[in-house]
């Protein structure tokens, strides 16, 4: 597609509910990265795909994260007993090439608002 | 880790003025820093991007400064307009090859 496509844009959880949001990447971009950004603060680092192997996970705050890309395109991000402090905008990025290269740009989707109750 | 700090936190400005945010980094092995631009219900847009080789960057009323001696970077603004008003944040691209955020910049341009 022409961008970053997340889904569901909005979610409302009871907290203990288990929540998927799903990340379409840029077609052919190998890089997939997930953030987490709280209300009125940058985004924090979650975790890193290249292609279907997650190549870093040091960002997700507790095993109730998980996150997958098993084909190396579409990624889902899974939070299981959702807590309050869960609640933020989710974002995901993709790039063309190795992010390492440092010779391409990130793109990020529109992310996908949880709030936990 | 790497810290980014990023200033001022909000910034209010008349059209037509320029707009100057500051941030300043840890990690000496960085060599990539972008600034993004969000609106709001959106994810963020990269508006420009300046590598560790060069000083300075422009394009059109946008422009970054590097000074890598005192781990500092800055955005320039000129003739500001009110689409300009958003929420700006820079970042950096580490030894770890990851992008770490500043907390934003909130820019307020009064037409």
């Known amino acids: 597609g022409a961008g970053v496509s997340q889904s569901p844009r909005y979610k409302v959880a009871k907290r203990g509910q288990d929540v998927a949001l799903r990340c379409d990447p840029i077609s052919g971009h190998v890089s997939l990265f997930w953030y987490q950004q709280a209300l009125g603060q940058g985004p924090e680092f979650l975790t890193y795909f290249q292609n279907e192997a997650q190549l870093d996970k040091s960002g997700l705050p507790s095993d109730r994260f998980f996150a997958e890309r098993p084909e190396g395109s579409v990624s889902t991000l899974k939070i299981q007993r959702t807590q309050q402090e869960d609640s933020a905008v989710y974002l995901c990025?993709?790039?063309?090439?190795?992010?390492?290269?440092?010779?391409?740009?990130?793109?990020f989707g529109a992310g996908s608002r949880l709030t936990v109750l | 880790g790497e810290n980014v700090e990023q200033h001022p936190s909000t910034l209010s400005v008349q059209e037509g003025d320029s707009a100057v945010i500051k941030c300043t980094y840890s990690d000496s092995a960085s060599n990539y820093f972008p600034w993004y631009k969000q609106e709001l219900g959106k994810g963020p847009q990269l508006i420009i991007d300046?590598?560790?080789?060069?000083g300075e960057k422009k394009d059109q009323r946008i422009a970054v400064t590097l000074n890598k001696t005192a781990k500092h970077f800055s955005l320039h603004i000129t003739e500001t307009q009110p689409e300009d008003s958003a929420v700006y944040f820079c970042a950096d691209l580490n030894a770890g090859n990851m992008l770490t955020f500043g907390g934003g910049t909130r820019l307020m341009v009064k037409p």
């Open positions: 300046i590598r560790s080789n060069v």
């Open positions: 990025a993709s790039s063309l090439a190795t992010f390492s290269s440092g010779a391409n740009v990130l793109t």
